[in-house]
């Protein structure tokens, strides 16, 4: 079974350039994370969906940050502009609701991000 | 919100010793404990996890141990080897499935051969 896919794994952008981070997750998993994790710290949470709608924006900076999951599948978080302070780790994640399951987060491997 | 207490940022030990690894959380409502291991350039992955009804949970050389009262839990690592150095993180979360996790600051573990 193929886990969660990112992309890109790096990114190195200039201050106040757009950039986006695409997430495929596990295939039949209904709820889908964006994380953000600084260096040395845990992954806070940025959105959560449930199929396609954002049932979990709270912490997402919405003047700058911005995203989407399209018929419940594949999701992209963009950032625009990118200012220094966003360069960081961004996790997705996955997991179902289905019965038995327990909770667990399936995470991809992370997209590096570097605002110079 | 949940708050998540990880202790310590930092734990180094001589292989084949145990390491601990203790979390307090403040929601009371919090009923899910799991515990994932990061290594360099990888996302987290769940090694163990707890749920409210239960004290204690083992598997293998790792175990975990909650204490519901005083909103604290722990991971223990027995006969530690090289390959368990990596940055661990302790969560918190309510209910299944789509609920939200909160995680702690993370410890990294070295484990001297």
């Known amino acids: 079974e193929a886990g969660v896919v990112q992309s890109p794994r790096y990114k190195i952008i200039e201050k106040k350039q757009p950039v986006a981070f695409w997430c495929n997750p596990i295939?039949?998993?209904?709820?889908l994370y964006w994380y953000l994790q600084n260096l040395g710290q845990g992954p806070e949470l940025l959105i959560r969906y449930e199929n396609e709608e954002a049932v979990d924006d709270s912490q997402l900076p919405k003047d700058r940050f911005s995203a989407e999951r399209l018929k419940g599948v594949d999701s992209t978080l963009k950032i625009q502009p990118a200012e220094l302070g966003d360069s960081a780790v961004y996790l997705c994640?996955?997991?179902?609701?289905?019965?038995?399951?327990?909770?667990?987060?399936?995470f991809g491997e992370g997209s590096r991000l570097t605002v110079l | 919100g949940e708050n998540v207490e990880q202790h310590p940022s930092t734990l180094s030990v001589q292989e084949g010793d145990s390491a601990v690894i203790k979390c307090t959380y403040s929601d009371s409502a919090s009923n899910y404990f799991p515990w994932y291991k990061q290594e360099l350039g990888k996302g987290p992955q769940l090694i163990i996890d707890i749920r409210s009804n239960v004290g204690e949970k083992k598997d293998q050389r790792i175990a975990v141990t909650l204490n519901k009262t005083a909103k604290h839990f722990s991971l223990h690592i027995t006969e530690t080897q090289p390959e368990d150095s990596a940055v661990y993180f302790c969560?918190?979360?309510?209910?299944?499935?789509?609920?939200?996790?909160?995680f702690g600051a993370g410890t990294r573990l070295f484990v001297k051969a």
């Open positions: 994640a996955s997991s179902t609701t289905d019965r038995g399951q327990t909770g667990e987060l399936f």
């Open positions: 969560a918190a979360s309510k209910g299944t499935g789509g609920f939200k996790t909160i």
């Open positions: 295939s039949g998993h209904n709820t």
